[in-house]
């Protein structure tokens, strides 16, 4: 069963959610596909000091099409909840994503010219035909079964979400 869940590196409940996902979804061999959805794009005040998450959500999806995809998905949401740091830096998502193997030059290149911007954007557009309107939001089968279900749930309930 196709599962899709929309989250943002700010978002704790995306950040517990995403942690327990990827240890039921190896459980019961499911594959889980990560879309982003920035909660306070360009445009939206920032509260609590949050730092804007495009380019996190683009560094993540460089590690994607590299296989790296889950490490630097962690990655980021330590760098933001454990150590406080500014995931909206290009130099720190490099810092990232180099100390876990990928080429520095070509992920500063990538996020310094915006080349994957366009794909966090049909993301966002993506959850908006959905109805999407915060995270975590999970996104369970497809076309007329589809379901979607948001907010923080507990691991028996996704594991009987993912079993159903």
Do not use: W
Not at 22 to 45: C, K, Q, W
Not at 62 to 72: I, L, Q, Y
Not at 88 to 93: A, M, P, Q, S
Request: hydrophobic share 40%; charged share 25%.
């Amino acid at each position: 069963m196709p599962v899709i869940l929309f989250a943002d590196f700010t978002c704790a409940d995306s950040y517990s959610t995403e942690t327990m996902l990827a240890a039921i979804s190896t459980e019961l061999g499911t594959e889980v596909h990560y879309r982003a959805f920035e909660r306070y794009p360009a445009g939206t005040p920032l509260p609590d000091m949050r730092p804007r998450t495009r380019k996190a959500h683009e560094a993540a999806r460089f590690a994607r099409d590299r296989g790296m995809e889950r490490p630097v998905r962690d990655a980021i949401y330590a760098a933001h909840f454990v150590g406080g740091r500014d995931i909206g830096r290009v130099d720190v998502l490099v810092e990232l994503g180099t100390a876990l193997g990928l080429d520095r030059t070509e992920l500063k290149v990538v996020l310094d010219i915006d080349q994957l911007t366009f794909a966090i954007l049909q993301d966002r557009e993506a959850a908006g035909r959905l109805g999407i309107t915060e995270t975590p939001a999970l996104v369970v089968a497809s076309g007329s079964e589809a379901r979607i279900l948001t907010g923080l749930r507990s691991p028996s309930e996704l594991s009987t979400i993912l079993n159903a």
